[in-house]
């Protein structure tokens, strides 16, 4: 293990080392009309012209896409449901039922999650750990979020067309996901970083980029000590649903520390929209990491065009019930460095 | 890896088997004074005269009980924080709010865990997972619950005085946490069984242990099948908050498929209270399998008067949305066996 090589029994450790080899297998992904707009489309499984995708209510079509994708990694993979042993998924709606539902319909062992729009990475580091360990042949890590059920449920009705501050970003309608197993010539995930729960007091719920963009600040820093690694080991770093102010905050965050990932550094939120006026910031939701990773990150780990990446998705763990109670927004990011 | 010894490595695997001996280390526990005055009152580390816990909102106190439970079960094991690698925490809460606000104060790295009131055999299980690999030194598992949350959360405000049905639950007030190692002569986690989501088709939201009760069943046939057991070789198996009715219902459902579990079942919502008019079918919530399994359940293994408990948790995964969108309730259980 590499716990004892590394010597440091005795210190709390925040990454973990994959040694057999787990990878991703393939991946699944479908998205919005509105996020097929922009480079993603030409890379999503499906690109969806109704965004209610055949079903009566917002949290419906979620949980349909959230199936799809799922079931899109594993043809894509070339395997069954059966030949899956566990499904790793979470999602922002209350008690994840896109996830609980999906999982229903698959018929897969299923371990609930919940990390808010952090969800993607930590089910790939769950799964790839399962894999990693022998305890599952193959597991497939998933979720996704609707811009209308988070609207609904985070903020106001959309009927009632409330102005969005400058500082918002936009949920991501759209669904991931990844098949993870051992052997053939996948993309390699190496390691994990666990994230902690990092809170710098924003309380501003609209402005999700500057109170996830600590979190994410800390999981890469930390993930730079445990592996003894730099930001330009690194082809890209991609962060999570940070938009384009919690970027540069990041940004500023890592410099302060003394790690430069301003040449290498990408968000999500950044590049799943054609940035217009509506959109304020970019892209969010646990959809944002879900799509973008799964489609354009991974085809380019695929083709070798990235060799090494680092990808932390970034999550908000608040609910309406802290905010309306005064709390602020309590944020976490899990990083897995993934290797072509 | 058990995996090939069993040769099935082209089948589906639902339980997973922890060669390294991952052992729980202690635990702790918290109650509110309804709860205390059944027999588990006597082994809590904390039996609470207010329910509040000096907090000004409901949601508030279980955040701090489950802060409670986890820095006691540190504490009980001889540990600091700084000793513990990972938190596996989730409870009721929309979006998690009490584990992820207890993760931020005891910064802990956290996987943040959505399933229902089965929180807690999910916990021990990935707990056991993440030990028994060597990804973690330590990790604490951890969930809890409290009436009055559930309640104004699921169903309705309690000034408004509902009368509650015979076939309803209370929800139990109080949490549980354990620390996972390896090491000492602790309570061995020796295997754990992954749930698969099972819906029947109930959807009174009244009626928890009946929807619950098919996913229980479902999960422990399956743990019989893969650890080549019966239902006589443990001392107890230990459902999670099925309650009187649900238990009945659990009994049928094995027998059906040729198993007996009638003489050494015991569901946690069955003992957490005496049985009063006021709470029908018995406790519930992810603090009552958490409460009654870290505190009484734990001792009896420690003293080794039970010598082999196979411990089931039982969640229904639905929202007020999807019960509201006409939805069934999808429910799971997953399952750890533990040897004194």
Chains 1, 2 share one sequence.
Not at 221 to 244: Q, V
Request: glycine share 12%; aromatic share 8%; hydrophobic share 40%.
């Amino acid at each position: 293990m590499r716990l004892n090589i590394l010597g440091y029994m005795n210190e709390r450790r925040q990454t973990i080392f994959f040694e057999n080899e787990p990878q991703i297998i393939a991946g699944g992904t479908i998205a919005g009309p509105k996020e097929c707009t922009s480079i993603i489309g030409g890379y999503v499984d499906m690109a969806l012209t109704d965004d209610m995708f055949g079903e009566s209510t917002f949290e419906k079509a979620e949980c349909s896409m959230l199936s799809y994708a799922i079931d899109r990694a594993i043809e894509n993979g070339g395997l069954t449901r059966n030949d899956i042993d566990v499904m790793l998924s979470g999602d922002l709606l209350n008690q994840i039922i896109s996830a609980s539902f999906a999982a229903r319909k698959s018929g897969i062992p299923f371990l609930g999650l919940y990390s808010a729009c952090s969800t993607m990475s930590e089910g790939i580091m769950l799964g790839a750990a399962m894999v990693n360990a022998g305890y599952a042949r193959r597991a497939v890590a998933a979720t996704g979020s609707h811009f209308a059920s988070a609207e609904r449920q985070y903020r106001y009705p959309l009927e009632q067309g409330t102005t969005r501050p400058p500082q918002s970003q936009w949920t991501v309608t759209g669904a991931g996901a990844c098949v993870i197993g051992k052997g053939g010539d996948g993309v390699k995930i190496v390691n994990a970083t666990i994230g902690k729960v990092i809170d710098y007091g924003v309380t501003d719920v609209n402005n999700m980029g500057a109170a996830m963009a600590p979190a994410c600040a800390d999981t890469l820093i930390r993930h730079f000590k445990d592996t003894s690694t730099l930001p330009e080991d690194y082809d890209l770093i991609l962060s999570g649903d940070l938009g384009a102010l919690g970027s540069r905050l990041l940004k500023d965050l890592c410099e302060e520390k003394g790690y430069d990932i301003s040449v290498n550094h990408v968000d999500c939120g950044e590049i799943v929209y054609k940035v217009i006026e509506d959109e304020f910031q970019g892209g969010s939701g646990a959809g944002c990491s879900a799509v973008v990773f799964n489609s354009y990150i991974l085809s380019k780990l695929k083709d070798k065009l990235f060799k090494r990446v680092l990808f932390a998705a970034t999550g908000a763990l608040l609910s309406t019930t802290s905010s309306g109670q005064g709390e602020s927004i309590p944020c976490i990011s899990h990083a897995v460095e993934l290797r072509s």
